[in-house]
């Protein structure tokens, strides 16, 4: 018997909580999303598996370095969040698989791009009167532009005690996008609104999308300089694309490094998502407050169209409004196929992807201001 005991001391069965046993089930949740409804899954998979080794009783996994003691595998490979080294990184690669050509070709778009973020700003103010801090709440309102890099981004800068809620409801919300995004967009359209046929856009030139990566950079850096990591990597990573001699670093960007950086990335975020941190009432607000922030940013992009319209000649379809959110492709696929059910012949999606990228350098912006004027 006591050498039963003595073997079961040298097991971790004993340290196993509560708080433990409730998180395994929310990443069985998260799994499922995942694996059998395909949310996400890139970003989903691993923050579920980090929200695992969180949640047991580990050795050598999360412990920072005690004296000549190194620290656990975690405690390094998350500092690639605490160091907003992996954020960038994504960017890097989003950018190199990213085609500007619709919004260069159509730059009225970028208006749309603008209109989503009215998102951001209502939900900050929301999580202000809720009782979260100026810091806390501009983290939460970020999650409206459903950029989940963006939004890890500005959490560990403002707000590092709410970087797991934020991530795990930005990334759940981007893969929702089927789900939230079509009965905002149908109930403030006619169907004889869906059905409009916009002119196709014309080519776009080499040349013209590899001025607009420098352009952009510059123009949006002395503008907000602390977006500078952000889209600067965005812009390099698009300009590896286009420029047609760095073919090799382009297919890195795209392929191995945002792949290999995903990983961490998400284990990283889960590896924060303790019981002890995760199961509070704030979370419930947070994913609350984001799917409020997320609606209001599909309809301000809706309604930007629709007041578009009464000032111009060429139509826009309003359904393209709603792709001003970052949820690239996902969000412009949904305008294509609420278009097509109004009009089975009408063909959206590159003129949504104008608003669908011009919203990746909206949300950057807009992070870069709540930075700059909250960051210190």
């Keep these: 018997m006591d050498m039963l005991n003595e073997l079961l001391a040298l097991t971790a069965f004993g340290h196993v909580t509560s708080?433990?046993?409730?998180?395994?089930?929310?990443?069985?949740?998260?799994?499922?999303?995942?694996?059998?409804?395909n949310f996400e899954p890139l970003l989903l998979v691993p923050i579920a598996f980090g929200a695992l080794l969180a949640n047991l009783p580990t050795e050598g996994l999360v412990n920072p370095p005690v004296g000549d003691t190194p620290g656990g595998l975690f405690h390094y490979i998350s500092q690639g969040v605490y160091l907003e080294l992996f954020p960038p990184i994504i960017f890097l690669g989003v950018g190199a698989l990213t085609d500007f050509g619709p919004v260069i070709a159509n730059p009225r778009t970028f208006l749309l791009g603008a209109a989503a973020q009215f998102g951001v700003f209502a939900t900050f103010i929301g999580a202000g009167l809720l009782g979260f801090s100026t810091h806390q709440a501009a983290a939460i309102g970020i999650i409206g532009g459903a950029d989940g890099p963006t939004s890890i981004f500005l959490?560990?800068?403002?707000?590092?005690?709410?970087?797991?809620?934020?991530?795990?409801?930005?990334?759940?919300?981007?893969?929702?996008?089927p789900l939230i995004q079509p009965p905002i967009m149908r109930a403030l359209t006619t169907r004889q609104e869906r059905a409009i046929r916009m002119r196709s856009l014309r080519p776009v030139s080499k040349t013209e999308k590899l001025i607009f990566a420098v352009v952009v950079t510059v123009l949006v850096i002395l503008l907000v300089p602390a977006a500078s990591a952000l889209i600067g990597m965005l812009m390099l990573g698009n300009f590896l694309r286009e420029c047609g001699v760095a073919e090799r670093l382009s297919k890195a960007a795209q392929n191995e490094i945002i792949n290999i950086v995903t990983i961490f990335l998400g284990t990283s975020v889960g590896i924060t998502m303790t019981g002890d941190r995760f199961l509070q009432a704030e979370t419930l607000k947070i994913l609350s407050l984001g799917i409020v922030a997320f609606a209001v940013s599909t309809a301000s992009g809706v309604l930007m169209a629709k007041l578009m319209n009464l000032?111009?000649?060429?139509?826009?379809?309003?359904l393209i409004g709603s792709a001003g959110v970052s949820a690239v492709p996902m969000a412009a696929r949904v305008s294509q196929v609420e278009g097509q059910k109004a009009d089975p012949g009408n063909f959206l999606l590159m003129h949504a992807m104008g608003p669908n990228v011009a919203g990746v350098i909206g949300t950057a912006i807009v992070a870069g201001y709540f930075i700059a004027r909250l960051g210190n």
Excluded: D
């Excluded at 433990?20 to 069985?28: D, F, K, Q």
């Excluded at 949740?29 to 995942?34: D, E």
């Excluded at 991530?167 to 919300?173: D, E, I, L």
């Design 155 to 177: 959490a560990n800068k403002l707000a590092p005690e709410l970087l797991a809620p934020i991530a795990v409801a930005a990334y759940s919300y981007m893969a929702l996008v």
């Design 311 to 318: 000032v111009s000649t060429e139509k826009i379809n309003p």
């Design 19 to 37: 708080n433990m046993v409730i998180m395994w089930g929310v990443v069985c949740g998260l799994l499922y999303l995942a694996v059998y409804k």
